[in-house]
T-cell receptor
Framework: GQQVMQIPQYQHVQEGEDFTTYCNSS?????IQWYKQRPGGHPVFLIQ?????EVKKQKRLTFQFGEAKKNSSLHITATQTTDVGTYFC????????????FGDGTTLTVKP | GAVVSQHPSWVICKSGTSVKIECRSL??????MFWYRQFPKQSLMLMAT?????????EQGVEKDKFLINHASLTLSTLTVTSAHPEDSSFYIC???????????FGPGTRLTVL
């Protein structure tokens, strides 16, 4: 099945520094979704990107979908301690509506 | 956003017993529900996809006789871990999607510990 690769696996930053996680697929994705999972919590939907080259912003978070729709990135500007958690990208996992294949996630820790 | 609940939030059971986990969509009709398993520091692994009123579709390597899934209504799906063993200890998370929807909403998860 379709796979999405995510890097880095872990990222430790000082509060105020920027953070980026990357998601790559060997095949074209019809869409890509991003989730955040706080320690001990469940994944929370952040955003879905559909269009080639799409860029969306949510406050300090910037999401990009590559022109070829094979890669995506999430960039956080000036990280805060509330940003800690694991960020997952997810691509379509099949014909079932909503079925997703998750990347391995990037775990972000922020040192105050 | 849509709300999905799970019950129980955590459960501890003895090896050999069965455990039922409920997943409910509280404010929308979930034509499709997904069950995931997540081991510590790992990603979510899809176990099965269930559509209301039909048999669940299991991912490769997931035993359908061990993980029984029932999606009896548009708001409720259940996962029963039969004859649980310590290796079944994990975080089980359900998600739900409405008809034709690309977005899935996750429940809070159930942490299962088998002694």
């Amino acid at each position: 099945g379709q796979q999405v690769m995510q890097i880095p696996q872990y990222q430790h930053v000082q509060e105020g520094e920027d953070f980026t996680t990357y998601c790559n697929s060997s095949t074209t994705l019809s869409n890509i979704q991003w989730y955040k999972q706080r320690p001990g919590g469940h994944p929370v939907f952040l955003i879905q990107l559909v269009k080639s080259g799409e860029v969306k912003k949510q406050k300090r978070l910037t999401f990009q979908f590559g022109e070829a729709k094979k890669n995506s990135s999430l960039h956080i500007t000036a990280t805060q301690t509330t940003d800690v958690g694991t960020y997952f990208c997810a691509g379509p996992g099949g014909t079932n509506a909503g079925k997703s294949t998750f990347g391995d996630g990037t775990t972000l820790t922020v040192k105050p | 956003g849509a709300v999905v609940s799970q019950h129980p939030s955590w459960v501890i059971c003895k090896s050999g017993t069965s455990v039922k986990i409920e997943c409910r969509s509280l404010d929308f009709q979930a034509t499709t529900m997904f069950w995931y398993r997540q081991f510590p520091k790992q990603s979510l692994m899809l176990m099965a996809t269930s559509n209301e009123g039909s048999k669940a579709t299991y991912e490769q390597g997931v035993e359908k006789d061990k993980f029984l899934i029932n999606h009896a209504s548009l708001t409720l799906s259940t996962l029963t871990v039969t004859s649980a063993h310590p290796e079944d200890s994990s975080f089980y998370i359900c998600s739900a999607a409405g008809q034709g929807a690309d977005t899935q909403y996750f429940g809070p998860g159930t942490r299962l510990t088998v002694l």
